[in-house]
């Protein structure tokens, strides 16, 4: 079947450090999307990654998407408290639905 | 431009009563989706609808609950004869198309609780 892991479940970082969360899927992609959802919130939207090794960025976040399209990442750079909340990532195998990964709960010391 | 909007946003009911909740899509979203997310859990598909249509109802339990999205007004989710453990928040989304890669635009959610 169809799965997913997201890896770590929970990060604790001091504000300024760096952040990375690692996706994992056992076959092969068509795509990607990741999702930020605050604590009390609803998903957003981050971005989509479609093209092997792709690499984008949005001001300190970095997202990859592997050679093979099994994996993927989202680094974040120097974290703020705005940054606070759980990061999903949304594998897509080419139908509609969204198989949401566990995500990634990330807690910012101050 | 109005974004998805879900209502009501807090929904208590006794066991066995019915819940009934609601999701108008974004402006010009002909697609909704409707999605389960337990405490401290991520989120999981239930059902994709298009107007009028189902056209994937995978993740729904095979009882007690059912979607619609009629052609005129919101799409709604159903669960009748609720028990505890139907209590979570539920989340639609919407897309313009149903292409796997469009980006799907969520409401605020529904929080069910049941007594």
């Known amino acids: 079947g169809q799965q997913v892991m997201q890896i770590p479940q929970y990060q604790h970082v001091q504000e300024g450090e760096d952040f990375t969360t690692y996706c994992n899927s056992s076959t092969t992609l068509s795509n990607i999307q990741w999702y930020k959802q605050r604590p009390g919130g609803h998903p957003v939207f981050l971005i989509q990654l479609v093209k092997s090794g792709e690499v984008k960025k949005q001001k300190r976040l970095t997202f990859q998407f592997g050679e093979a399209k099994k994996n993927s990442s989202l680094h974040i750079t120097a974290t703020q408290t705005t940054d606070v909340g759980t990061y999903f990532c949304?594998?897509?195998?080419?139908?509609?639905?969204?198989?949401f990964g566990t995500g990634t709960r990330l807690t910012i010391i101050p | 431009n109005a974004g998805v909007m879900q209502n009501p946003r807090h929904l208590v009911r006794r066991r066995g009563q019915e819940a009934r909740l609601r999701c108008s899509p974004m402006?010009?979203?002909?697609?909704v989706y409707w999605y389960r997310q337990l405490p401290e859990e991520g989120l999981k598909f239930m059902v994709y609808l298009q107007k009028e249509n189902i056209i994937d109802e995978s993740g729904m339990p095979k009882e007690r609950f059912s979607a619609e999205f009629p052609k005129e007004g919101p799409s709604i989710l159903r669960i009748q004869q609720v028990v505890r453990g139907d209590s979570a928040a539920y989340f639609c989304?919407?897309?313009?198309?149903?292409?796997?890669?469009?980006?799907?635009?969520f409401g605020d959610g529904t929080r069910l609780s049941i007594l």
């Open positions: 989304a919407s897309s313009p198309m149903g292409a796997s890669n469009q980006p799907q635009h």
């Open positions: 949304t594998p897509r195998f080419g139908n509609e639905k969204l198989t």
């Open positions: 402006k010009g979203h002909s697609h």
